[in-house]
């Protein structure tokens, strides 16, 4: 019985096993360049402890209610200014649709996936109710604009909205 082909191709243990090596080898490479960069780029970290986020869960329910009874209205916009500036605009209003001016203001820009990347905001009061800031750089991509307005009695509004930069 003859072993080879009629063009002169042979099958050896040896090129089975170059085969072999050659395909889980291509797997495991970009398996391992996958891992790293996912590694890399992402700590994987959204809370510091998330037992002790879990224990402040009932706060947070009680402060949400409360937020929804005050009523208030924040809107939040964002504009490219130049190439990469950005200026941020922020109306806060009464249930009335009174503004609600002389208010401390703190907002950040979180990325989704990376908190490394996160940028603080200082919004100061153009007119009553309506306070703006002026970023240099900013990247494109997706973000969470949050604004808080912190109050005397230490009752804060909350405010998350994903935007998405260009």
């Given at each position: 019985m003859p072993s080879?082909?009629?063009?002169?191709?042979?099958?050896?243990?040896g090129k089975v096993l170059?085969?072999?090596?050659?395909?889980?080898?291509?797997?495991?490479?970009?398996?391992a360049l996958l891992v790293t960069s996912a590694f890399r780029t992402w700590s994987g970290l959204e809370?510091?402890?998330?037992?002790?986020?879990s224990?402040?869960?009932n706060e947070e329910l009680r402060l949400a209610r409360r937020q929804g009874?005050?009523?208030?209205h924040l809107e939040s916009r964002t504009e490219r200014e130049g190439s990469d500036g950005l200026v941020v605009a922020v109306t806060l209003r009464d249930r009335y649709g009174q503004p609600l001016g002389d208010r401390r203001l703190r907002a950040r820009l979180e990325r989704p996936t990376d908190?490394?990347?996160?940028?603080?905001i200082a919004l100061a009061?153009?007119?009553?109710?309506?306070?703006?800031?002026?970023?240099?750089?900013?990247?494109?991509?997706?973000?969470?604009?949050?604004?808080?307005?912190l109050s005397a009695d230490g009752d804060d509004y909350r405010r998350k909205s994903r935007i998405?930069?260009?």
């Open positions: 080879g082909s009629a063009s002169g191709f042979r099958l050896t243990g170059a085969i072999f090596v050659a395909f889980f080898g291509t797997i495991a490479s970009a398996d809370v510091a402890s998330p037992y002790q986020a224990q402040r869960y009874e005050r009523g208030w908190k490394r990347g996160d940028l603080t009061e153009i007119t009553p109710g309506d306070y703006v800031a002026h970023l240099d750089a900013v990247s494109a991509g997706q973000w969470d604009l949050v604004v808080d307005v998405v930069l260009r």
